[in-house]
């Protein structure tokens, strides 16, 4: 079996890259159905906006005089300015200056601008107006810019995601009005580096398909049994040694501090926070076999490139335990910006019940002294929890417990959510433990209605995880995820009363040449119109 494996914006502390703490967000408005308008398409956006009006008539057009405009800028404006002229660059062989003032823009221009009149719009909420004079984006907060213009992005011509210049005598944005916000605060996937290595450039392809779905967490597994991934200087034997190993064997490979640093800062430039994972008491031969004498497994801690779970563990009876933990947060928690880490503390097999709990709640205590909130999967729900303690539903209902502490969940149930089960039993690669989930597997669900006794209110957001065993390189991790990480991340983001399959499926076959341009592998589901 594979391991492990929600809650509403309000309530939640939630860090979004590189810009302020936010205290929840403010829920969707009411769900407003594109406005039919004659001989105009209805635009292919994902995840669909929670209000959408065709204006019909001409669009704008881009052309060589276009320019971007920043109105009232500041430093993340202009990186967001800069960020969305060059990739309009590419395509258009356009020269998109980004021009800053602190009136409005003139005809002919992208407007982006943050306006104090737009706090209903929360963190990462936008307003989008397309005359065929101009584009005008505007949004309370920086976040809310960079969402808006991945809607741009998939308002033009699927050409303008090629990396050389197209001959296009038309560059058109339809004329339309879209309010827009997520329904959920933390929108994520997970992406398993320790039973295969992925490399720097590998992540950074990832993140960037995050990011044009309006995903906004990337939580890292940094650590199993088959693989320590992040460097820790006060334990070099972590890496030295623990490193050295993936599924099947193979040179497995590690981060170093700048080079997860480097990570990091590519997901922050994309409002996408990395939530790392170091999974632990159990899961954790690879560290073990560097440091021994911490082991209390069934075996001895040996290099493992195997899949089976369940044989590791801390000895939690030991003060050196502690100790160990403690570095190893302590310079995790100093590498990440965000405010969460993540302890794994599932599939743990070897330990009592009252061991695994005393060890839950002096590692909270131990990621909390470090200025993080600690996630965990939902065996942590054993334990006594703190309100702020996230955790992250997988397999079953226990997870319900979190809610007697006041805490809040993730859902990633692994029968809806988890990228590594195959399609169908015919599927390459992959498994099947949890479900065959096709794409309207994954989309046709409501995490209100998931778990019963849980409603939208204890639900902070949904994840899709993506682990390893079969996984070897970022070409088969695009083929488990597409499309079925864009279904999630519609889950995580349309009010359910927007969401329907049919439109869904039509929808996901309009990006297709748009995933081709970008090089993007992917599932062609017999349930999708390609």
Known sequence: MSSRGPLSCSNIAFAFAGAALVSGCNPPAPATPPSPVSGVAAPRIIPSPASMALAGGLPFELTHATQVTLVGANPEVAAIGEYFAAL???ATQFP??????????????????????????????????VTPDSVRLVANAPAGLFRGV???????PVEIESDAGVTRSIWPVPALTIVDQPRFAWRGSMLDVARHF??????????????LYKLNVLHLGLTNDQGWRIQINSRPRLTAIGSLTQVGGGPGGFYTQQDYQDIVRYARARYITVVPE???????????????????GSRPPTPYTGIEVGFSTLCVDKEETYAFVDDVVREVSALTPGPYLHIGGDEVKVLTNEQYVLFVERVQTIVNKYGKIMVGWEEITKAHIKPTTLAQQWKSDSATAALKYGAKLILSPANRTYLDMKYTAT????????????VNDAYNWDPALYLVGVTEQNIVGVEAPLWSETVRNITAAEYLAMPRLVAIAEVAWTPQASREWQGFRSRVAAHAPRWNYLGINYYRSPQIPW
């Open 88 to 90: 309009l660059r590419k």
């Open 96 to 129: 998109f200056p980004v021009t800053a003032t602190s009136a409005g823009s003139g005809p002919g221009s992208i407007e982006l601008r943050l306006a104090t009149d737009a706090a209903s719009l929360g963190e990462e909420g936008y307003r989008l107006t």
């Open 150 to 156: 991945q809607t741009i992005r998939q308002l033009l």
């Open 278 to 296: 170091i999974d632990m008491p159990s899961h954790s031969n690879a560290g073990l076999s560097a440091y021994p004498e911490l082991s209390c």
């Open 198 to 211: 992925f490399t720097v450039r590998e992540v950074e392809q990832y993140i960037d398909i995050m990011a």
């Open 427 to 438: 599927t390459e690669i992959g498994q099947k433990w949890a479900a065959l989930i096709e």
